[in-house]
């Protein structure tokens, strides 16, 4: 029986290391791929991750407080509300930003009137900048260019401030940057150590520095970009 049995044992021992090789190469071969698909997805995943801390917050000037209260801000050589322009041009930074991989917050309400007189708690962190817009204005509409505002928290690095400046000062002709701890909001970012500046982008008025603007909007957007990259460079 057992010579008998050996041609069927020997078969069902071929037939059972052939499936396990069978099952055995087939694990094997997926597995190859599922590691490197494990791998692609952790490095896709860790790049996400990358990306997701290259957020900046924008903040636009102005704008309604927590009971509704609205403050139009400056008003332009034309009529319009600082404000309103403070909203357009932080959605278009937003868009410009996106194009290079930054994510980015908008703050659309009065982040200053909130914080000053209703306590409104604000979190920065997780922020690796935070830029406040703004426009400016003269007393007679004489004053013209560029205004960068920091609180002297950011005074050891100003690095994003000076290329965000030189960007700036091709377009609008000058630009300063000065130190300045009376700005509530700047002054609250800054003191959660998260680096920040105030813009003042150009005078809305003043005829020349308002129409300069209107005519080159993208240009403008596109230089507060190209200084808020250097972050990451
Ligand atoms: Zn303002």
């Known amino acids: 029986m057992r010579s008998k049995r050996n041609p069927i044992r020997t078969f069902f021992l071929f037939s059972l290391s052939a499936l396990l090789l069978l099952v055995g190469g087939y ?7 599922l590691t490197i698909q494990t791998t692609l997805f952790a490095q896709t995943s860790l790049e996400d991750d990358i990306e997701l801390t290259h957020r900046i917050l924008i903040i ?8 509704g209260w609205y403050d139009s801000g400056a008003i332009a050589y034309d009529g319009e509300y600082e404000a309103t322009l403070n909203n357009e041009l ?7 930003l996106s194009n290079y991989g ?3 917050d908008i703050l659309t309400e009065n982040v200053y009137r909130n914080m000053m007189y209703y306590d409104e708690p604000y979190v920065f962190s997780g922020y690796d900048f935070v830029i406040e817009l703004h426009f400016n204005a003269s007393d007679r509409g004489t004053y013209t260019g560029t205004e960068i505002i920091y609180n002297s928290y950011n005074a050891s690095d100003l690095s994003v401030h000076q290329a965000v400046a030189d960007e700036l000062e091709t377009l609008s002709g000058s630009s300063m940057i000065y130190e ?7 002054r609250t970012i800054a003191q959660q150590n998260i680096p920040s500046m105030l813009l003042e ?7 020349s520095d308002y129409t300069l603007y209107l005519n080159n909007k993208a240009a403008f957007v596109d230089a507060i970009t190209q ?3 250097t972050i990451y460079r």
């Open 201 to 207: 982008t150009i005078y809305i008025d003043n005829y």
């Open 102 to 104: 930054v994510d980015s």
């Open 180 to 186: 300045d701890d009376e700005f509530l909001v700047q």
């Open 227 to 229: 200084g808020l990259l």
């Open 90 to 96: 932080a959605k278009s930074l937003q868009n410009s």
């Open 27 to 33: 694990a094997l071969g997926q597995r190859f791929p």
């Open 60 to 67: 636009a000037g102005h704008g309604s407080d927590v009971t």
